[in-house]
Nanobody, 125 residues
Framework: QVHLVESGGGLVQTGGSLRLSCVAS????????MGWFRQAPGKEREFLAA????????FYADSVKGRFTISRDNAKNIVYLQMNGLKPEDTAVYSC??????????????????WGQGTQVTVSS
């Protein structure tokens, strides 16, 4: 059973940056492709980015491509989401997720088996 805990959320002004972290425990981190999602009030959960087990392959939703960067440190069991150029519409609860599927599968299905509890990001105008 993999346990995921996010941190790094908070309040930031438009144009600012935040780096979210997600620490994994209870499993072999390199067995999992990892992803980031967000959900704003009244909206469906939105896929943002994914990274393969080694960190050599990444995939981004068009809505964040060029502004957000996903990365991982397998020595520390952490996946990151660097967010730059934040906008008020980026306000949401951000969650990390993990799955034993390949990055090709998870980006096609958007299905991840393990989920964190989420961290709130609020971007003020």
């Amino acid at each position: 059973q993999v346990h995921l805990v996010e941190s790094g959320g908070g309040l930031v002004q438009t144009g600012g940056s935040l780096r979210l972290s997600c620490v994994a425990s209870g499993g072999t981190f390199t067995n999992y492709a990892m992803g980031w999602f967000r959900q704003a009030p009244g909206k469906e959960r939105e896929f943002l980015a994914a990274i393969n087990w080694s960190g050599t392959d990444t995939f981004y939703a068009d809505s964040v491509k060029g502004r957000f960067t996903i990365s991982r440190d397998n020595a520390k069991n952490i996946v990151y989401l660097q967010m730059n150029g934040l906008k008020p519409e980026d306000t949401a609860v951000y969650s990390c997720a993990g799955d034993e599927g390949t990055i090709e599968v998870v980006t096609r299905t958007r299905h991840f088996y393990y989920w964190g509890q989420g961290t709130q990001v609020t971007v003020s105008s």
